[in-house]
């Protein structure tokens, strides 16, 4: 995955706190598959600098954080105290400290295109999820990795390595890009079915803060947001 989330963890939060990509379009996109989550045991995958934590804790929400950054992890617990349980954990071996049947709502934005294979976690998701529970999740559009990349085979699932500009200067990130058929096979694999998909929209008020990203974003869509329900 590189360094992004590590060596550069504090200026990776600062650049996503109110950013385009992430505040005004990733983040409302993702929030509004997730509702109300008052009173509710919510687990936040891949939690990054722990701005959804704060904004489930602000909601009334019960609330575990799980990244594999140490530096994500010191952030979360700096902002959240003892109102989130946060600990690090490379989510590729799954969910080994959490309970079954123990979350109403298991959130993981931007995170799901750093594993190779997507079942294992998905029936751990599962798992920890009380059976009816939603897992709500964003990740890059294939569209976009398929048309940026010198793809052969659109099935194929593959490690990319890009520069991404996010905290003003490149770095480098890699991930793995995959198909629409992948990732609902590897939900419908662990026992989950569709409730909500969609494309995001970037909010109103891009518009005047960032009015070419804003045209950009209405017309080609850059991530896809997936709400699955725990048969
Ligand atoms: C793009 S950031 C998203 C952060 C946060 N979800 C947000 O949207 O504000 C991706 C996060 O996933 C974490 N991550 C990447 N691979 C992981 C893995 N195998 N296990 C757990 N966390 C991982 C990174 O450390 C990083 O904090």
Same mark, same amino acid.
């Given at each position: ?8 963890? *504090? ?60 530096? #994500?992890v010191q952030m979360t617990k700096q902002k959240l105290g003892d109102a989130v349980t946060c600990y690090a954990q490379d989510l590729a071996d799954g969910l080994p400290k959490e309970a079954d049947a123990s979350y109403d709502l298991v959130?993981?934005?931007? #995170? ?11 029936? =751990? ?11 709500? %999740? ?5 569209? +976009? $990795?398929? =048309? =940026? &990349?010198?793809? &052969? &085979? ?16 490149? +770095? =480098? *990130? ?9 990732? %609902? ?6 026992? %989950? ?11 109103? #008020? #891009?518009?005047? *803060?960032?009015?070419?990203?804003? $045209? ?5 869509? &850059? ?9």
């Amino acid at each position: 995955m590189g360094d992004m989330y590590t060596k550069y963890a *504090v200026k990776y939060a600062d650049a996503i706190e109110n950013n385009a990509y992430n505040g005004l379009y990733e983040r409302p996109s993702t929030l509004a598959l997730v509702g109300d989550v008052d009173n509710k045991a919510v687990l936040d995958l891949g939690c990054g600098p722990g701005i959804y934590a704060q904004h489930f804790v602000d909601q009334g929400a019960k609330v575990t954080a799980i990244d594999l950054s140490e530096q #994500m992890v010191q952030m979360t617990k700096q902002k959240l105290g003892d109102a989130v349980t946060c600990y690090a954990q490379d989510l590729a071996d799954g969910l080994p400290k959490e309970a079954d049947a123990s979350y109403d709502l298991v959130v993981c934005p931007l #995170m799901v295109h750093y594993l190779e294979d997507l079942v294992p976690l998905f029936k =751990e998701v599962h798992r920890v999820l009380k059976q009816g529970g939603w897992f709500i %999740f964003s990740t890059h559009h294939p569209l +976009v $990795d398929y =048309e =940026e &990349n010198d793809v &052969n &085979n659109y099935f194929a699932v593959e490690r990319i390595t890009e520069d991404w500009n996010t905290i003003g200067e490149p +770095v =480098e *990130v890699s991930f793995f890009r995959r198909s629409l058929s992948n990732l %609902f096979d590897s939900l419908s694999e662990s026992a %989950f079915t569709l409730d909500k998909f969609s494309e995001g929209k970037p909010d109103p #008020m #891009m518009k005047e *803060v960032s009015p070419e990203t804003f $045209d950009t974003l209405s017309r080609r869509p &850059n991530f896809i947001f997936v709400r699955a329900k725990a048969n």
